[in-house]
C-alpha cells in the first residue's frame, strides 16, 4: 500500500470513528452529574420548580442532577452561561416566557439568539397571573375597574414583580385593550408587589397564582380575574379576563429546559423523557398543584412552539409599555 493512500485511508476513517465515538457516548449518556442552571434566585419558583424535578430525573437517569443558579440581567446571564457550555447534554438550563419570548422584544440587543444557540429540552408547567385591586377601591368586577378607570384617567397605579415581567406586560395587554391610563410601580419582586397591594401602596397587580394565593383572603385584597384563556384550577370560581369582556386576553408564565444547540438530539429526547417521567409521578404532580402550577409534558420541540408563537403576543404588550432596555 502507497503513502498516499494509507494517508487517504486514514483520512476517510477519521469520521467513522468519531461518529463511532459519539454514538458510544450517546448509547452510555449520562455518565457523570447533569447540571440544570437556573438564571433566576435560589427560592424563587423556578429554582423551587428545578430542584423539584432534579431529584426525581437523578433518580431516572441513575447520576446526580445539580442545580446551579447563575442570576442576572433577566435571565440573560445564565442563558448565556448554558449557550457556552460544552454541547454534550451535561450541562442544560432553566428557560421561561421571559428568556424565550420577553426578552426577544424587551432588550434593544439581546446578547443571544435562543432559535439557533439553544434547542428545547422539555416543558414543564405554566401558571397563570391574578388581577387583583385593594377592597377599599370599591369596584367588584373587571368591568367596573375598567370604569373607574375611564372615569379617573392616570390616577389609577398598578404594581409589578419590575419592568418586562409577566407581571408587568399582563397589565400593559389589560391598559391597551381596555383603553385605560394606569400608572406602572416596579418593585424589586412579586412579593414586593403583593405586599404593596396589600398596604395599600398600589390599586392593583397581576401576579402569579401562587405568589398572591397567600393573601387573596386577606379581606383587604380582592381578586377580579385570572389572564389565562381557561379558569386556574386553584381558583375555578374567578373568571378568566376573556369571560370578563375583553376578547382574546392571554398572559400565562410558562417554564422549561434547554441545552446548547448542539447537544445531540437523542440526548435532549432522554432528558424530555426523564423529565416528563418526573412531571407525571403523583408526588411532584401534588407539589406543583400547590405552587399553582399546571403541568405539561410535551414532546422535545413543544417548549420552542410555544415561545415562537406567543412572542407576538409579548411583543405587543413590551411596544405598549415602552420598557425597552439598551
Known amino acids: 500500500m502507497s503513502h498516499s493512500t494509507s494517508r487517504m485511508l486514514r483520512w476517510l476513517a477519521a469520521p467513522l470513528a468519531a461518529m463511532l465515538i459519539g454514538g458510544t457516548a450517546v448509547a452510555a449518556y449520562p455518565e457523570r452529574a447533569v447540571t440544570i442552571i437556573v438564571p433566576f434566585n435560589a427560592g424563587t419558583t423556578p429554582d423551587i420548580l428545578t430542584r423539584m424535578l432534579a431529584d426525581s430525573m437523578s433518580r431516572d437517569l441513575g447520576q446526580s442532577v445539580v442545580v446551579m443558579n447563575r442570576v442576572g440581567a433577566s435571565g440573560i446571564i445564565g442563558t448565556q452561561a448554558v449557550i457556552n457550555a460544552p454541547p454534550d447534554g451535561y450541562t442544560i438550563g432553566f428557560a421561561n416566557a421571559a428568556t424565550l419570548a420577553i426578552n426577544q422584544s424587551l432588550y434593544k440587543k439581546l446578547p443571544y439568539d435562543a432559535d439557533t444557540q439553544l434547542q428545547p429540552v422539555a416543558e414543564t408547567g405554566s401558571v397563570q397571573n391574578v388581577l387583583a385591586v385593594r377592597t377599599a377601591l370599591g369596584v367588584n368586577s373587571v368591568a367596573e375597574l375598567i370604569a373607574y378607570a375611564k372615569a379617573n384617567p392616570g390616577k389609577l397605579t398598578v404594581g409589578s414583580g419590575g419592568n418586562g415581567t409577566t407581571g408587568h406586560l399582563s397589565a400593559e395587554m389589560f391598559k391597551a385593550m381596555a383603553g385605560v391610563s394606569i400608572m406602572h410601580v416596579p418593585y424589586?419582586?412579586?412579593?414586593?408587589?403583593?405586599?404593596?397591594?396589600?398596604?395599600?401602596?398600589?390599586?392593583?397587580?397581576?401576579?402569579?397564582?401562587?405568589?398572591?394565593?397567600?393573601?387573596?383572603?386577606?379581606?383587604?385584597?380582592?381578586?377580579?380575574?385570572?389572564?389565562?384563556?381557561?379558569?386556574?384550577?386553584?381558583?375555578?370560581?374567578?373568571?378568566?379576563?376573556?369571560?370578563?369582556?375583553?376578547?382574546?386576553?392571554?398572559?400565562?408564565?410558562?417554564?422549561?429546559?434547554?441545552?446548547?444547540?448542539?447537544?445531540?438530539?437523542?440526548?435532549?429526547d432522554r432528558l424530555n423523557q426523564s423529565v416528563n417521567k418526573a412531571l407525571e409521578t403523583p408526588e411532584i404532580q401534588a407539589r406543583l398543584k400547590s405552587l399553582a402550577i399546571s403541568v405539561t409534558p410535551a414532546p422535545t420541540d413543544a417548549l420552542f412552539k410555544r415561545a415562537v408563537r406567543e412572542r407576538p403576543i409579548w411583543a405587543e404588550a413590551v411596544k405598549s409599555s415602552g420598557a425597552v432596555v439598551d
Do not use: C, H
Not at 401576579?207 to 393573601?215: F, G, H, Q, R
Open 188 to 268: 424589586k419582586g412579586g412579593l414586593e408587589a403583593d405586599l404593596a397591594l396589600l398596604r395599600g401602596e398600589v390599586d392593583l397587580v397581576f401576579e402569579n397564582v401562587a405568589s398572591i394565593l397567600p393573601y387573596l383572603s386577606n379581606p383587604s385584597v380582592k381578586p377580579l380575574a385570572v389572564t389565562g384563556t381557561v379558569r386556574d384550577f386553584t381558583l375555578p370560581d374567578l373568571p378568566t379576563m376573556a369571560e370578563s369582556g375583553l376578547k382574546g386576553y392571554q398572559a400565562v408564565a410558562w417554564t422549561g429546559f434547554v441545552a446548547p444547540a448542539a447537544v445531540d438530539r437523542k440526548i435532549a
